[in-house]
């Protein structure tokens, strides 16, 4: 829950620190360079992260993949992983009970998604951040469109595209994951093994991860964006 309940706070003690460094009895060309540097330091970090975020995404699919297969057909992926070498040591992960291997994978599955949310609610709290940043330093190079790229230029005339995209990572794709937790628990059964205590807290643990760092941060901003709208105000992804 405190990925979304905390963000006015945290962007607001960004907002002091820049209204410190604007008040502040420095020359403007040093403002300038304190503030640009600021800014590239932040938007590094922001592209560091949405590279994770993208890494972390294919592992999902990857690892969802995994399970099907080992729920759907266990004894040929047994045989099929067969050894593997690590730092030379050759292990013959083959011989380990299925069960286990199961085990593992839906573990990995809850870390990798977890990373992931992370991820996606680290982007969401810093892009506002950069907005705020441009909204400084645009003004003290003239204004307009000037020094505004990720966020009044970006976010101008919003292409249905992009809309698609945001309702897709926004909504769709975590809602799919939180079924397809579901979902195996319901193939494992299907196929005569009753899922265990572990794989049955791994999947709620998965399920409520989504729910609670994405499906409903989504949920609420949709909420507050359609009462803006009925207002008559500006709405942006």
């Known amino acids: 829950m405190g990925a979304f309940l905390y963000t006015s706070s945290y962007i607001g003690c960004y907002q002091q620190f820049l209204g410190a460094i604007v008040s502040n009895d420095i ?7 304190i503030l640009h540097d600021h800014y590239k330091e932040t938007f ?20 969802f993949s995994a399970l099907i297969l080992q729920i759907s057909y266990p004894i040929a992926v047994g045989k099929a992983i067969g050894k593997i ?3 030379g040591t050759e292990l013959n992960i083959s011989v380990l009970p299925l069960p286990a291997i ?13 990373k992931y949310c992370q991820n996606v609610t680290f982007v969401n709290r810093q892009y506002p951040y950069l907005h705020s940043l441009e909204d400084v330093i645009s003004p003290e190079l003239g204004g307009g469109d000037l020094y505004r790229r990720e966020g ?3 976010l101008k005339d919003f292409p249905i595209v992009l809309d698609i995209a945001w309702f897709f990572y926004g909504f769709f794709f975590p809602i799919t994951i ?12 299907r196929h005569g093994a009753h899922p265990s205590v572990f794989d049955i807290i791994v999947a709620l643990a998965l399920f409520a991860v989504f729910f609670i760092y994405r499906v409903l941060p989504t ?6 964006s359609f009462g803006t709208w009925i207002r008559g105000g500006p709405t942006t992804p």
């Open 219 to 224: 949920i609420i901003y949709v909420w507050k």
């Open 152 to 154: 009044h230029v970006y």
């Open 27 to 33: 020359s403007k060309d040093k403002k300038l360079d």
């Open 102 to 114: 199961l085990d593992v994978t839906w573990l990995l599955t809850l870390v990798i998604g977890l």
């Open 85 to 87: 070498s690590i730092f």
């Open 44 to 63: 590094s970090r922001i592209k560091e992260v949405e590279s994770s975020r993208d890494k972390t995404f294919i592992w999902l699919i990857a690892l």
């Open 178 to 189: 939180m079924s397809a937790a579901l979902w195996l628990m319901v193939l494992e059964k």
